[in-house]
């Protein structure tokens, strides 16, 4: 049964049409795709609430993410592919932080600041009882997580790290930097967070400048390719490179083939133009 009419969607038929030029590169990224959620699906989660079942989640959304990238790619909505490969990104470099640093078991306090905004706010005091949400697990996280660390220089109380974005990561972030860039700076990979400057130029509205580019060529179906391709290795590397068959290194060698060529030839127009 066909449930959808495709005069029925507003895909972008004009970029949709120029795909037929990267058969091959779509072939290889689904390729990709199936190779990494077969390898994650081996992997062991134990249950939900637990270091295996947090990496697991990272994991599966990088995928997820992945498979929505390629479904978007296909209607031609290439302004939606970059808002996806960010959050792919942003996925991949949390995974990166709490498997790089399994001793300080980063997960338990991912998994804390994840419910606390489910928590009501004592109606007297203004405070959380943060008793009933750790009545749920087995496990508990530093008091200090929850509890404000004092005061500012103007007096002013502290937010407690669980409330502040990426505050899970404060008992290795020695400069108490939550941000992206912070969490980057951390692993020291800077290409990650210049990699997410660039898809941020498609979020927040996008800039003036991106809204007159209608038009999609041969750089900006690389960069999706690039990005795409190197979500999936490093999610791949990271949690379940043991999981992986010779299949994910002919397919990967195969992109980076074609990666390859396409730089030898840019930089053989950018040096003719010298």
Known sequence: M??????????????AFILCEYKKELRLIKKLINISEDAIEKQDTHNTWSYEGICHSFAKTIVDCSKKVYDNLI??????????????????VCLDVIM?????????????Y??????QKNKKTGEIDF????????WTVSEDFYMSPGKNKKGKKMQPYIERSYGWTYKINPEKQFSFNGL????DDKAAY??????????????????LQTSIGVDNMMFI???????????VTIYCWDKVNEDFDNVTDELESIFHRYIQYEESVWNNTQ
């Not at 008793?131 to 087995?138: P, Q, T, V, Y």
């Open 2 to 15: 066909q449930f959808v009419n495709k005069r029925d969607l507003y895909c972008d038929e004009y970029k």
């Open 75 to 92: 209607l031609g909505h290439f302004d939606v592919v970059h808002m996806i490969s960010r959050v792919a990104l942003e996925n991949l």
């Open 100 to 112: 790089s640093n399994q001793d300080f078991e980063l997960w338990k306090y991912y998994w804390a």
């Open 114 to 119: 994840s419910h606390y905004h489910d928590l």
């Open 131 to 138: 008793s009933k949400l750790f009545a749920i697990f087995d």
């Open 184 to 187: 980057c700076n951390l692993l």
């Open 194 to 211: 210049d990699e997410f400057g660039l898809l941020s130029e498609y979020s927040h509205g996008t800039s003036f400048y991106r809204k």
């Open 225 to 235: 390719f690039v990005n795409m391709y190197w979500s999936l290795y490093r999610m």
